[in-house]
């Protein structure tokens, strides 16, 4: 089965500050993702990559930055943090253009105080 | 942009029963067409997909795709209470290397 790893898995930060939320992926596939899910919204997809790195834009990047240092590793920097940004944020992984399933981690719950 | 809907927002059905899910999506280029399926406080995970035109069963799960109409289904024939879940379509294709979703159709199977 194929493995998407988040870290951490629940985070409180403080409006203002920096976070930064990690992905590892041990399927070897060359794109990797950022979505956040908020109800009434579903999956919105912030920052994409091709492989090492790459990184585009998706569909809302404002306020997020996202590194692909390595094929494994994939990660969303929120340089400054604001309550807008609570959400629960998801980390997937790819290939063959949607033509192959894409596999999800289990989430970071993010909350901005 | 790629814009995907989902109809209906949420469904209370009782168990036993046929439910039918719809997605339309706005790009005619589209070639992949997927649902996911999210239970309470997990990660989606991909339940079935089509690439062309017609019909797919699974199970009791069955797709299908009008790329004419812009649309495409789920039916879930014999809904059982762990069918319960958020169902989620998305749509790749028209050069985006990249999945589309719909907010989601919360489904609810009522024993």
């Known amino acids: 089965e194929a493995a998407v790893t988040q870290s951490p898995r629940n985070k409180v930060a403080v409006t203002g500050g920096k976070v930064t939320l990690s992905c590892n992926q041990t399927n070897n596939h060359n794109n990797m993702y950022w979505y956040r899910q908020d109800t009434g919204h579903g999956l919105r997809l912030i920052h994409y990559s091709y492989g090492a790195g790459s990184t585009e834009k998706g569909d809302i990047p404002d306020g997020y930055k996202a590194s692909r240092p390595s094929q494994e590793n994939f990660s969303l920097i929120l340089e400054l943090a604001t309550p807008s940004q609570t959400s629960v944020y998801f980390c997937a992984s790819g290939d063959a253009r949607g033509r192959t399933e894409v596999f999800f981690g289990k989430g970071t719950r993010l909350t901005v105080v | 942009q790629q814009n995907v809907q989902q109809s209906p927002e949420s469904l209370i059905v009782p168990e036993g029963a046929r439910t039918s899910l719809n997605c339309t999506f706005s790009?005619?280029?589209?070639?992949y067409f997927w649902w996911y399926r999210q239970h309470s406080g997990k990660a989606p995970k991909a339940l079935m997909s089509i690439f062309s035109n017609g019909e797919k069963e699974e199970g009791r799960f069955t797709i299908h795709l009008n790329k004419a109409s812009l649309h495409f289904s789920l039916h879930i024939r014999d809904s059982q209470p762990s069918d319960s879940a958020l169902y989620l379509c998305?749509?790749?294709?028209?050069?985006?290397?990249?999945?589309?979703f719909g907010k989601g159709t919360q489904l609810i199977i009522q024993p």
């Open positions: 998305a749509v790749t294709g028209g050069g985006a290397d990249r999945l589309t």
């Open positions: 790009d005619s280029a589209s070639q």
